[in-house]
Every structure is written in C-alpha cells, then in structure tokens.
C-alpha cells in the first residue's frame, strides 16, 4: 500500500527484511528545548568537552543528549498511538516488562527477552551535542518542598514541631529554553509505513529526558530527510559546522539564546556541505525540497483515517515479519528494549 506522492517507492523495501539490505534513511533534525528538561547521569547533567568547531579547534563543554534519552521517549509515543487504535494492549506488551515481540515497536526498535528472542533495534540515534558551550546552557534551581500549607514552616505536620522550617531545600541544574540539538535519527532497511511510524514518532514526541510535569519539554524541527545507502554524518560533526558558520556570521551573542531562524539557516546549509563530502549513494530532500514531504506527512498524520492506515499497514508487516523469523513469539518474559 503507498502513502506517499512526493516520495518514490524505490527508496524502501517492500517488506521487513531479515538481513540488512543496505537501505538507509536518515531524518535531519534539531531538537528545540522549550522548557528547563534534565539530561543527567548519577543527579549531573551530561556533559562532554569537545572543539567547538571543525575549523575552531578552542575546546569547550557541551550539553549531550543520550542516545535512549533520544529514542525511548519517540519509541514510547508509538506505543501509545498502538494502544489507542487497538493494535496493542498493555497486558500483552509492556515496556522493558514483557515484549509481544510482534508489533511495530517490537520489531523497528527492537527488544531483548533473554533465552526467548532478540530483534536489534533498525532505528539508530546517536549521541547529541548542544550549539552553545555548557555554562551559556544551564541554569541552576534551588528547589524547595513546602508544606501544603505553602509555606516552609510547619503547623505540626507528621509530628514536626510547629514553627520549626523545613530542610528540604536542593538544588538542581536544568538545561535552559531554547537550547538546540541537531541529532539525525537514522532508520535501517525501511518499508514505507515504518518510515512514517517513525517519521510521526519523532513530530509528535514533546517530552524528553526527566519526565515530570513541569520540566522536559522540547520540540522537533525536521529540516530535511536523506536516502542513502550508508551511513552520512555524525551529530557532533554537524554541531561543529553550525557552530563554525554561526560563529564567521557573528551570530553566536551570548548570553543571549541563539535565534531559532539562523539556527535552522544554519543547519541547512551545513548539512548539504558535509552532505557533498560524502562518497555514498544519496537522495536528498533538505530544506525547500523537504517541505512537499512534510506537507504531506503531516496531512497524512493529522487525520484518523491517515494515522489509521499507517498502524494497520506496519503492524501487519511486523506480525509478518515475526511469524517468519522470531521463535517462541507467543511465550512472555522479562524484557529490555535494544
């Protein structure tokens, strides 16, 4: 079944392969904080001291964003969308508990159940960097937990002395609003309705890393798509050049948060530079030649009927898929993703 005009068939497989195939596709995206979302290890955030730039050798400190910290979240929204159309129910599936082994998410972002079965994960995300040095990037909090009261000062609460102010005070470093991570998310051997589950996956997804209900918002701008057969850039890479070319151009104005229309500028034309530098076999669809594709996903997408068609389609071709080439699909045990 196609979905898809703007888009030629040739550049997914038919089915889901059993072996890799040599198919890639590759969505460029940057990754828009919108909040103050955590990316931590052991309560620090995630850091790494790289060069600044690929022509900029000065080292600095960037934010990263972790691989699962990128993928789970994205992985996670499907599985949501699976539940809420009938594809999947809790009971037979449930995250990093038990895998059906089955499913679209099963199958694209893979799992592991020990002695029962394995599927490695078609979709790849790699570490991502932030533009902007780690001490114009963060913020640090001092958090507080009052009584419900609302003040710090007991009235004899849990046998608390009344008067007596509590202790609970922290602090926290947060990741500032309007941080950009560029990340491109790369999806193996594709058919077309996986390409759309995930390609859907990664425009719905809002929340990353500590999930609470007041931080972690963050937002995906998709600047273009890339048919390849390998591997292109890496996301440190292209951080560097946006921060090369943002930094000639005098953009980079801190404290000030970059401007989210250079940033994008930016990106697009750093990623058809290193794009040119490749030796693979590429299709591109960047920047005004993505806008059609995107236009018509998002149509797609943005009606039942279309979300729909995507589900069924891709949860067919994983039942297949399964039925062929993963032993004892039917037992239950205790699972991790991959």
Known sequence: MAFLKTVSSQFFQAEIPYKPMGKYVHFLTVRITESYPLFQTDGELNKARVSSGIKTKEAISRL?????????????????????????????????????????????????????????????????????????????????????????????????????????????????????????????????????????????????????????????????VVFADGEITSNLRWTQAIYDEMNLAEKLRSPDPLNEDEVMAAATTTIQALMEEEFIVHTDFIGNSFTPMLNEVKTLIRSEEGMQSILQQADAEAKDYAKKHIKNQDKKGTAKSK
């Open 64 to 224: 990263t964003m972790f691989k699962r910290k990128q993928s789970t979240p994205e992985r996670l929204v499907g599985r949501e969308l699976l539940r809420n159309y009938g594809f999947m129910t809790a009971e037979e599936c449930e995250y990093n508990v038990s895998f059906a082994m089955n499913n679209p998410d099963c199958i694209i972002y893979g799992f592991a159940i020990g002695d029962s079965g394995s599927e490695k994960s078609k979709v790849v995300v790699d570490t991502a960097f932030s533009i902007t040095p780690f001490d114009n990037a963060h913020e640090t909090f001092t958090l507080n937990a009052p009584y419900e009261n609302g003040t710090m000062a007991s009235k004899g609460e849990g046998g608390s002395k009344p008067g007596e102010v509590t202790s609970r005070i922290n602090q926290q470093d947060h990741i500032k609003p309007q941080v950009f991570f560029p990340s491109i998310v790369t999806v193996k051997d594709p058919t077309e309705a996986g390409f759309l589950y995930v390609f859907n996956n990664i425009l719905r997804t809002r929340h990353y890393g500590a999930q609470t209900t007041r931080t972690g918002r963050l937002r995906n701008e998709l600047i273009g």
